[in-house]
């Protein structure tokens, strides 16, 4: 195998709260990075993967809610087990940019800093689940909850809210927080952007952040687009 073909594909991560618009974020990364020349694979969690999809229905349904936030946390965990192993490390291993909308920090977040499950089993849990296949960037896409849910709700086109939209504004706002203290945390593989704005400039400074990351990695073709096709 030469060093072209051994080549690790880009691991990026997409986080925030509700409605901060990560599913649109994705579909226009997508595009650009096809447009590039970029091997690119979407995904999402919880699911992504058939078994981790069957475990995404109990988990948003809520039927998982009567066992408390660590069995909630355990039943994620599993499910990003199958879709690491099945989906996620054998895309990169073979040179693919996974796209993957909400991963471990949406535990952290959603099942540690506001569902109270301690820090040591979540830091478990993402050793068996992910070992090995750490994000190389995590975007996280930050907004006012009260502006999220709006948004949120108009999307759902009045469809009812899932098990974690219908928490409190409270809660959402300490969700906000957590993510501002990862990504202070883990400055090298998290970057916050500002979601307020209009999709296609949220759009352009992801762009920036993952074309800066493709181009240290070694995955952009630098060719013009019509040498590439
Ligand atoms: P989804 O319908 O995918 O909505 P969105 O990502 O657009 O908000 O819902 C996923 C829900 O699951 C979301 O409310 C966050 C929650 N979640 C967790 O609580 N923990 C996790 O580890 C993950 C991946 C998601």
Redesign the pocket.
């Known amino acids: 195998m030469d060093a072209e073909q051994s080549r690790r594909g880009l691991f990026i991560t997409f986080e925030g709260g509700?409605?901060a618009g990560?599913?649109t974020q994705v579909g226009l990364l997508e595009q650009a990075l096809r447009q590039r020349g970029v091997d690119v694979l979407v995904t999402?969690?919880?699911?992504g993967s058939p078994g981790a999809e069957a475990v995404r229905h109990v988990?948003?349904s809520g039927a998982a809610e009567p066992l408390g936030a660590e069995m909630?946390a355990i039943l994620?965990a599993a499910a990003?087990s199958d879709h690491v192993e099945t989906v996620i490390r054998p895309a990169l291993e073979s040179g693919i940019t996974v796209l993957c909308?909400?991963?471990?920090d949406?535990?952290r977040v959603?099942?540690g800093a506001t569902?109270k499950v301690a820090a040591e089993l979540l830091a478990g849990l993402e050793r068996l689940a992910c070992e090995e296949c750490w994000p190389d960037l995590t975007i996280i896409l930050d907004i006012d909850p009260a502006e999220g849910l709006r948004r949120?709700g108009r999307r759902g086109g009045g469809a009812d809210p899932?098990?974690?939209?219908r928490e409190s504004m409270t809660q959402q706002r300490k969700r906000r927080q957590a993510y501002l203290d990862i990504a202070a945390s883990e400055p090298g593989r998290c970057r916050v952007v500002d979601a307020a704005g209009a999709a296609q400039d949220v759009h352009r400074q992801i762009l920036e952040l993952v074309v800066e990351r493709l181009g240290s990695a070694g995955l952009l073709d630098s060719r013009p687009a019509r040498a590439r096709a």
Do not use: N, V, W
Request: hydrophobic letters at 25%.
């Open positions: 509700e409605g990560k599913s999402r969690e919880p699911g988990l948003l909630e994620f990003r909308d909400r991963f471990i949406s535990t959603y099942q569902g949120a899932d098990r974690f939209e």
